[in-house]
């Protein structure tokens, strides 16, 4: 099967906010799979269905060393989160640039895992911050929304200008 496309901004689609899963069927399933594909060959460490135009809370993702560890999370909401974190971030739908980001060092999400099972699971480290990162994209949200519009402009200029380059 082809490999889902990844959206880059400044797409406006990215900027949408994506609904709750009502029923957890096996069309999610099947979009998850698809996802960890995607994520994998890009390569990442995880994607939102927003950046492949589906407008739905799921994302996936694994921070494993051997890629061996794919987590499939749907609606998840971030009940506490403690402390802060500064690190280089990456997007696959900002190709190409990497800036320093605060984010909280650990959470504490309610979600329902691959198994469709409602759980709560707590996350530190690199998981913390890819787990933030994909929540935000659910929000339409980004993560040169954190810097300053100069910045946000230049990001956006350059990119536009590559993506020019390739149609
Ligand atoms: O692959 C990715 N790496 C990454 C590095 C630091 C902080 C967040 C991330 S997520 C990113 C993949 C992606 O764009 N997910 O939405
Ligand atoms: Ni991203």
């Given amino acids: 099967m082809s490999t889902l496309e990844i959206l880059e901004f400044p797409d406006p689609r990215l900027r949408k906010k994506a609904l709750p899963i009502a029923n957890v069927t096996a069309k999610e399933y099947d979009l998850a799979s698809r996802m960890l594909a995607a994520m994998y060959k890009a390569p990442g460490i995880?994607?939102?269905a927003t950046q492949v135009n589906i407008h739905k809370r799921l994302i996936v993702c694994d921070v494993s060393e051997n890629q061996d560890n794919p987590l499939i999370l749907i609606n998840p909401v971030i009940?506490?989160?403690?402390?802060?974190?500064e690190s280089q971030e990456g997007c696959l739908s900002i190709p190409g640039f990497y800036e320093t980001i605060t984010r909280s060092s650990e959470i504490l999400i309610d979600t329902i895992d691959q198994h469709g099972k409602p759980i709560s699971k707590e996350a530190n480290g690199t998981l913390a911050i890819c787990i933030q990162h994909e929540i935000d994209h659910l929000e339409g949200k980004l993560f040169v929304d954190y810097l300053s519009s100069t910045k946000r402009q230049l990001i956006r200029k350059k990119l536009l200008k590559i993506q020019q380059m390739k149609d």
């Fill in 46 to 48: 995880g994607l939102a």
């Fill in 79 to 85: 009940r506490e989160s403690y402390g802060c974190t």
